[in-house]
């Protein structure tokens, strides 16, 4: 029995790819950080803040992935490039996956109570903003910006939850987040523009071409830059944070580059590997910063 239980988590996550929760993490991680040098105090409970703010992101996202199966089981099915999935493929059940959705949602619920009391009136918020997303694309082309915002609310919740309160500020890391997210789910979905054509479903290569979805993903990648600029010049932080936004830049280039709407055949290696690369050097350049300059508004 239990060996049988394992195993189905275990297929859960490989379905959920839990090892992509690396890509908004670093994110949520450096809002913390920010929040922790601003705030210019040692707090007793800082460890405990941060084990449950990663708590808090894991689950919001496993939750969110596994809705996300369920409700595009179907979908998942018709389309040849899916259709391989855990779900359609009969590898996993719903019952279980429901389940599973279940407990990530309660989890994300326990840790958010355990941060502070905002935190947990804003949770259910936080929670219909990743799940909601999921049947977007059966109805506004803007499902990339909404997927966006998913994973953008999670340096604002981290922010949160060490200080209690929201700081306009971080909102530039929101913004940040919200369209690189935006920028590469475009560069994906343009694997399926004939599916989604024959589906009808809303997303920007179904309304705008693969050419002009991959145009407006650099857009939202430029927009990105800026945005990280602004945040860097709200914090006042130095030369390593400006390295990393130049590192990041550059990073976006080449996934750019990598991608022709001619020739889709490297959009795994400019969706899964620069993006992770992204995130992490974010995070590395930045953390660096924020712990060497002393705390400060």
């Known amino acids: 029995m239990l060996a049988r239980f394992l195993r189905k988590l275990r297929l859960t996550l490989e379905m959920i790819k839990f090892e992509h929760s690396l890509f908004a993490l670093p994110f949520a991680a ?15 409970r800082l460890g405990w803040k941060l084990w449950w703010i990663l708590v808090a992101m894991v689950a919001a996202r ?7 199966r369920l409700v595009d089981a179907g979908l998942d099915a018709r389309n040849p ?12 059940s719903q019952g279980f996956t429901w389940g599973f959705t279940a407990v990530a949602m309660l989890v994300f619920l ?4 355990a941060l502070n009391p905002l935190c947990l009136r804003l949770a259910p918020l936080a929670l219909a903003v990743v799940l909601v997303y999921s049947f977007t694309k059966r109805f506004t082309t803007f499902s990339h910006l909404i997927l966006g915002l998913a994973l953008g609310i999670a340096p604002a919740g981290a922010w949160i939850a060490i200080r209690g309160a929201l700081d306009p500020r971080i909102l530039w890391l929101t913004a940040a987040v919200t369209l690189w997210t935006a920028g590469f789910d475009s560069i994906y979905a343009c694997q399926d523009y004939e599916f989604d054509q024959r589906e009808g479903i809303f997303s920007y290569p179904r309304r705008f071409g693969i050419a002009g979805a991959l145009r407006l993903a650099r857009a939202f990648h430029a927009g990105m830059v800026a945005c990280l600029l602004a945040l860097l010049a709200s914090f006042r932080l130095g030369a390593l944070s400006l390295a990393g936004v130049a590192l990041i830049a550059a990073l976006l280039v080449w996934e750019h580059r990598l ?17 992770g690369c992204v995130s992490v ?13 002393r705390a400060g508004g």
């Open 62 to 68: 496993s939750a969110a992935m596994a809705f996300n």
């Open 30 to 44: 450096t809002g913390a950080l920010l929040a922790i040098r601003a705030a210019g105090y040692a707090d007793d």
């Open 110 to 113: 326990a840790a958010a109570r």
């Open 281 to 293: 050097l974010f995070f590395l350049f930045w953390a660096a910063d924020i712990l060497l300059v």
């Open 81 to 92: 490039r899916t259709r391989g999935r855990h779900l359609p493929a009969g590898l996993l």
């Open 259 to 275: 991608v022709k709407p001619d020739d889709l055949t490297r959009v795994d290696a400019a969706f899964f590997t620069l993006n």
